[in-house]
Structures are given as structure tokens and as C-alpha cells.
């Protein structure tokens, strides 16, 4: 692959007015990182960092046709020490390269395109919000960009790393949100694509969380895709339940998505001595765990949010409630720990943190 062409805008190009209120994902730094396949020219090429800018496409370009899109979510901190963090990022070019795999897409050299994350964050530092709990999102994208309209992977593709500020997921503070369980839809199936972070998915789950909204509830929690009896994941979030003696999680059966919060998550639990389990959990046991006073606490875990604690589960004309006011016990202790190894606030003893500078 060739080498990285860095374009640095100059000082007059590059304005940081940064409104009050951040809306999730709406404002974009100048610089981003592009990359281009083409199966013809031997694969990758084309690596830069340049100015933001909007992309010009074929309207046969098989991602809009069918699909074949896929995405990545992580973050940078601005730790109490001035230094800028991202967390586990190689764990994210990790599964950029499975999801590529899953949906018939080329894979990426991971250390180049780490290398590439990093020097983009660098020349983005002035977008880093240094807010409490503010961060800079970065979002890889991958498409397929040949025109054509036969159905088959395309031998084209673009990779586009943009990065947005963002404050808090909720910006009210770390409260409790209400969830519908849905049995109308299902987000994915199992030797479907629920576990690669590709477009479908999302657009799948769109009506669903639409109807859940006007509801009053803020999230869907999906039910597995055979016979929606086993709790799969909550929104674009991975989910715990804790009963008195066990702290559970869904198995990763091949229709949920592997999250890296996840999984660091169950590493803290571990760490302090709870019985995490992944294992399958069904609706029915965590209905029954409620009345019979074995609950203690349901989250869900992912970038965006960290930890959501839930306020009540409404299922049909069941509802289990939860404190409605202050977030779980546990989703608070995950919550100010993971985000105190983020911001540099908590030692980082598992060597999660990678910094840029
Ligand atoms: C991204 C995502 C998650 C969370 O993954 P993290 O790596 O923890 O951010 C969970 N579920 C779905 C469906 C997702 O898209």
C-alpha cells in the first residue's frame, strides 16, 4: 500500500467554533481521512488527510442499491492531563475487518488505518471539547462505490474516517431511560449480518424504534430472531442483567453485535469479583426474576452511551420498574469507571488506552 498523503489545512481554513449544546453528531472537523479500493489497481490506494468535503458518487453505486456499507463508532478524549486518549481503537479496526469480511467487502491493513485514525485525531485536536464527559466521535465508513446494477460485491469501495465533536449522550445527566420490548420486529437473525456493524441493520430497527418513541419509550429491546424469546440487545446497545447472584449478558450467538464496551465490561466485572455469565437470557426468566425479587438492575452498554441504565421494561401489559430517578448501582460503577479510564481520571490497568500525542 502506498504511504499516507497528509494535506494540513491551513490556519484559515480550520475554524473551531464549537456551538453550546453539541447535537450528537452534526458537526464535522475540517480534516478527514480517505482511502480508495479498486480491485483492478491491486487493492488499496489513495491514503489521505484532507479537507472536509462532500463526495461526489454514481448513482449505481452498489452501497445504494444493496447495501453493502459499513460503519464504526469510537472516541477522543481529552484526558485531565491534557493528553488525548482513544480507547481500545485497534479492537474497532478489528471488527471493521469482520464486518468487511461478513459482507463481502476487502479488508484494510489495521495498523495503517490506525496509524492514519491517529494523525487524523491529531489534526482534529482543536475539535476536542474539553467539557466534562465531552469527547471527539470518529466514525470510519466503508462503501461499495462501482456503478452497476447487476447484484454482486462490488470491486470498488471508499473508506472515510470523519470525526464530530459530541457532549454527553444524555445531555440531562446519567438518568434512566424507559424500553419497550418489541415481538412486532426483529433486528436480525442468527447467520444473518447482526453481528457486522453494516447499514441494514440500522435501517432495519428504524420503525421499530419510531413506534417506540411515540410510545414514550426512548429504546427498543430486541428479542432474538427465531422465536423472540431471548433478549438480544437494547437499541444500537448491548445489554446486562443483574439478578441477585449473577450479573448476565446475551451470548454472541452470530445476531448481536460484538461491543467493545461490552466486552470491557465484562473484564471489570471479572476484575471485581461478580459471576458474569454469557449465556442465553429469555424474556419469560428475567419477567419471573422481577416478581419474584431477583432483579436488581438491567443496562444497556455501548461508545455512544457508555452505560443506560433502564428505568422500566414494558412488555405487552407487563412492566417492570426500576428506580426511574437514579441509574442502577452497578450501571453507575461501570459508568465512572470506564469513563474515569477514558479521562485519565482512573488508572488504566489493562492497557486500554492508546494515546495520540
Ligand atoms: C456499535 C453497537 C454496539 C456497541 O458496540 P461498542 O463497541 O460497545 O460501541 C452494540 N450493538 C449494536 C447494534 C451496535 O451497532
Redesign the pocket.
Known amino acids: 500500500m502506498n504511504d499516507l498523503i497528509i494535506d494540513i489545512l491551513e490556519e484559515k481554513e480550520t475554524k473551531v467554533e464549537l456551538p453550546e449544546n453539541l447535537v450528537f453528531g452534526k458537526i464535522y472537523s475540517d480534516h478527514v481521512f480517505e482511502m480508495d479500493y479498486d480491485e483492478k489497481k491491486g487493492g488499496w490506494y489513495n491514503a489521505a488527510i484532507k479537507k472536509f468535503s462532500n463526495i461526489s458518487m454514481h448513482p449505481a453505486s452498489i452501497a445504494l442499491h444493496y447495501g453493502q456499507s459499513i460503519f464504526e ?1 469510537l472516541k477522543a478524549y481529552k484526558q485531565v492531563n491534557g493528553r488525548i486518549a482513544l480507547f481500545r481503537p485497534e479492537k474497532n479496526v478489528e471488527r471493521l475487518n469482520r464486518s468487511a469480511k461478513r459482507m463481502c467487502m476487502p479488508e484494510v491493513d489495521a495498523d495503517f488505518v490506525l496509524r492514519g485514525l491517529i494523525e487524523l485525531v491529531k489534526l482534529n485536536r482543536a475539535w476536542i471539547p474539553t467539557k466534562p464527559d465531552h469527547s471527539l466521535y470518529i466514525r470510519p465508513v466503508m462503501f461499495a462505490t462501482e456503478p452497476l446494477l447487476g447484484v454482486r460485491a462490488s470491486e470498488s469501495y471508499k473508506l472515510i474516517i470523519m470525526t464530530s465533536p459530541v457532549g454527553p449522550y444524555y445531555p440531562e445527566g446519567f438518568k434512566p431511560v424507559p424500553i419497550l420490548v418489541t415481538d412486532k420486529y426483529v433486528r436480525a437473525v442468527r447467520k444473518g449480518m447482526g453481528d457486522a ?1 453494516t447499514a441494514g ?1 440500522y435501517a432495519a430497527g428504524m420503525l421499530a424504534q419510531k413506534e417506540a418513541k411515540k410510545e414514550g419509550y426512548s429504546q427498543v429491546l430486541w428479542l432474538d430472531g427465531i422465536e423472540q424469546k431471548f433478549i438480544e ?1 437494547v437499541g ?3 445489554i446486562c442483567i443483574r439478578f441477585k447472584d449473577e450479573v448476565a449478558t446475551p451470548m454472541l450467538t452470530g445476531s448481536i ?1 460484538p ?4 466486552l470491557s465490561v465484562i473484564q471489570l466485572l471479572k476484575d471485581w469479583g461478580y459471576n458474569i455469565t454469557e449465556r442465553l437470557v429469555s424474556l419469560e426468566e428475567v419477567l419471573k426474576a422481577s416478581e419474584n425479587g431477583t432483579l436488581v438492575e438491567m443496562f444497556g ?3 455512544a452511551a457508555v452505560i443506560s441504565s433502564i428505568s422500566k421494561l414494558k412488555y405487552y401489559d407487563k412492566i417492570i420498574h426500576f428506580d426511574e430517578v437514579n441509574a442502577g448501582e452497578l450501571a453507575t460503577k461501570l459508568y465512572d469507571e470506564l469513563t474515569g479510564i477514558q479521562f485519565g481520571r482512573v488508572e488504566d490497568r489493562h492497557g486500554w488506552i492508546t494515546f495520540v500525542d
Open positions: 463508532g456493524k441493520n440487545e444500537a446497545m448491548n453485535l461491543g467493545i464496551t461490552r452498554t455501548g461508545t
